[in-house]
């Protein structure tokens, strides 16, 4: 039984279809892990680490082979990017260990679905018109203290439910892959003009939310 299931999670990995080249290119090596270890467990095959690298290796040749020999996977490179994951400190995108396997937080859930939404369509990646929008001129601290007491993470916060990487972006008006820079410098405007209203309970809320979601602002 064993064997039969080791063949039919070989026969699934080998299906694998890379990705066009230009569509990952440009990501970093931790995103295209996280994707790939979801992408595997979609498919029901086991988060070992051997299965990662051969899934990588079929999903994003580009960046997983070898410098000298193209045709075989860099297990070197692919291992330090999975510890990467499991960093708490930093990451935490995954929990396990070589030796025993992986698996994805929720975290890491919810950055593999955003990966993936900008793999299949990459012009939500460098479209200007979908990156988070700045204050414009005239606009008031009141204009943005309402917007935030209207917005469904201000509300989620209130009644003590969770907010989500998607519904923080969706706070700033951003998308998967804006600049930090840019969430940062929306997101300090916003605190600004809490301070300027001296609206506690959005100063209160801010700071959950910059706490939270410190490695999407820095």
């Known amino acids: 039984m064993k064997n039969k299931d080791n063949t039919n999670t070989k026969n699934v990995l080998l299906r694998i279809k890379p990705f066009p080249v230009a569509n990952y290119i440009t990501f970093d090596l931790d995103r295209l892990v996280v994707y790939t270890i979801y992408a595997l467990e979609e498919k029901k095959i086991p988060l070992y680490f051997d299965f ?3 899934g990588l290796f079929r999903f994003f040749p580009r960046k997983f082979s070898m410098a000298n020999f193209t045709q ?11 510890r990467r994951l499991t960093d708490q ?4 995108w995954a929990t396990g260990n070589i ?12 950055t593999a679905k955003q990966v993936f939404g900008i793999l299949k369509n990459p012009e939500l990646r460098k479209n200007p018109k979908l990156t988070v929008i700045t204050k414009s001129r005239g606009r008031s601290p009141s204009d943005d203290i309402r917007e935030i007491k209207e917005s469904d993470a201000f509300r989620k916060w209130q009644n003590e439910q969770d907010v989500n990487n998607y519904e923080f972006l969706a706070f700033l008006k951003a998308v998967p892959y804006t ?34 979601f410190k490695d999407l602002l820095q």
Not at 72 to 82: E, F, M, Q, W
């Open 52 to 54: 990662i690298a051969v």
């Open 72 to 82: 075989y996977p860099d297990t070197n490179r692919i291992s330090k990017a999975v």
């Open 89 to 92: 400190k930093r990451k935490r």
């Open 99 to 110: 030796e025993n396997g992986f698996h994805l937080t929720d975290l890491g859930h919810e």
């Open 179 to 212: 600049p930090k820079q840019l969430l940062a410098e929306h997101f300090g405007q916003l605190k600004n003009s809490a301070v300027t209203i001296k609206d506690k309970e959005i100063l209160k809320f801010l700071s959950w939310l910059e706490n939270k």
